[in-house]
T-cell receptor
Framework: QKEVEQNSGPLSVPEGAIASLNCTYS??????FFWYRQYSGKSPELIMF????GDKEDGRFTAQLNKASQYVSLLIRDSQPSDSATYLC????????????FGSGTQLTVLP | DVKVTQSSRYLVKRTGEKVFLECVQD?????MFWYRQDPGLGLRLIYF???????EKGDIPEGYSVSREKKERFSLILESASTNQTSMYLC????????????FGSGTQLSVL
């Protein structure tokens, strides 16, 4: 069983819609959760992090965490074509605060 | 502007060759990491280092070694390259205590023939 699972997609949404990206993790002791964005041919960059259950909003992005269900999601409101990228979910495994475990990513395409 | 520089963007090597991938960061970061990225498998951690001359194995260290003689430089070594090591290699760095905020280099696409 993969430690961090994401739907590989591709996920297509029309411009202006809400894009919902989902991630589940197997390590119940994981404490910290992150979303990285990777444009085609580029390196990943951190866009959101969340540590506590609930929602965290930053502009058009909302991260949601449910530790009981071992589930973290990223919502992108008013999606733009510039949001088209692969979104990587990452978690800090229990017992290791120095490294991240990444999911395989979800490819998002926002259609104009 | 913060920068993580990888020495080569594309590299082609033969099976059995010893391969060196170099990474330099100018942000005075303590932590440095080597990942490989393959389609459908995401980013997988090979090795990381949190101090000069210190190294720790990641999830897939077999067939690789690393060297960190200076704080700013972290090298990945493929002792005897094999075709299954054909991949995109990404170096990253972060501040001590801020391991989640990784700054990545632009990557090295290694092809082993």
């Amino acid at each position: 069983q993969k430690e961090v699972e994401q739907n590989s997609g591709p996920l297509s949404v029309p411009e202006g819609a809400i894009a919902s990206l989902n991630c589940t993790y197997s390590d119940r002791g994981s404490q910290s959760f992150f979303w990285y964005r990777q444009y085609s041919g580029k390196s990943p960059e951190l866009i959101m992090f969340i540590y506590s259950n609930g929602d965290k909003e930053d502009g058009r992005f909302t991260a949601q965490l449910n530790k009981a269900s071992q589930y973290v999601s990223l919502l992108i409101r008013d999606s733009q074509p510039s949001d088209s990228a692969t979104y990587l979910c990452a978690v800090t495994p229990s017992g290791s605060a120095r490294q991240l475990t990444f999911g395989s990513g979800t490819q998002l395409t926002v259609l104009p | 502007d913060v920068k993580v520089t990888q020495s080569s963007r594309y590299l082609v090597k033969r099976t059995g060759e010893k391969v060196f991938l170099e990474c330099v960061q100018d942000m005075d970061h303590e932590n440095m990491f080597w990942y490989r990225q393959d389609p459908g498998l995401g980013l997988r951690l090979i090795y990381f280092s949190y101090d000069v001359k210190m190294k720790e194995k990641g999830d897939i260290p077999e067939g690789y070694s690393v060297s960190r003689e200076k704080k700013e430089r972290f090298s990945l070594i493929l002792e005897s390259a094999s075709t299954n090591q054909t991949s995109m290699y990404l170096c990253a760095s972060s501040l001590w205590g801020r391991q989640e905020k990784l700054f990545f280099g632009s990557g090295t696409q290694l092809s082993v023939l």
